[in-house]
């Protein structure tokens, strides 16, 4: 069974920072890319950041670029997000996700942009950024 566990979220003031944790299992953890997605109150879900099945590789929403850092240990099937320069407008709950594939695209079957490529889930931690 597929089950990928969040911690980490909490509440942060302006410029402060996170560091989210998902801890994967019932997969090999270094086949697939994996991502980060959020969804703030009120929100549809927003992907955040991808990084390839290996490390190497990793790709940034707009609204994130330079604040926040994606890695994984593929030693202790874990990925991370390194959230620095919190603003207020990062609140949300954040979710971990698999993505179907060691490396990913921005078109084809599985845009990695796309919320609905990704076929597992975990549940969730909130983060929230306010004074």
């Known amino acids: 069974e597929v089950q990928?566990?969040?911690?980490g979220g909490g509440l942060v003031r302006p410029g402060g920072s996170l560091r989210l944790s998902c801890g994967a299992s019932?997969?090999?953890?270094?086949?697939?890319a994996m991502s980060w997605v959020?969804?703030?109150?009120?929100?549809?879900?927003?992907?955040?950041?991808?990084?390839?099945?290996?490390?190497g590789i990793t790709s940034y929403a707009d609204?994130?670029?330079?604040?926040?850092?994606i890695s994984r240990s593929n030693a202790k099937n874990t990925?991370?997000?390194q959230?620095?320069?919190?603003?207020?407008e990062d609140t949300a709950v954040?979710?971990?996700?698999?993505y179907p594939r060691a490396t990913y695209s921005s078109g084809g079957?599985?845009?990695?942009?796309?919320?609905?490529?990704?076929?597992?889930?975990?549940?969730?931690?909130?983060?929230t950024v306010s004074s």
């Open 63 to 69: 609204s994130v670029k330079g604040r926040f850092t």
């Open 26 to 32: 019932g997969f090999t953890f270094s086949n697939y």
């Open 83 to 88: 959230m620095n320069s919190l603003k207020p």
């Open 109 to 127: 079957t599985y845009p990695y942009t796309d919320t609905r490529s990704y076929d597992y889930w975990g549940q969730g931690t909130q983060v």
């Open 38 to 55: 959020r969804q703030a109150p009120g929100k549809g879900l927003e992907w955040v950041s991808i990084i390839s099945s290996g490390g």
């Open 4 to 7: 990928l566990v969040e911690s």
């Open 94 to 98: 954040y979710y971990c996700a698999k």
């Open 79 to 81: 990925l991370y997000l």
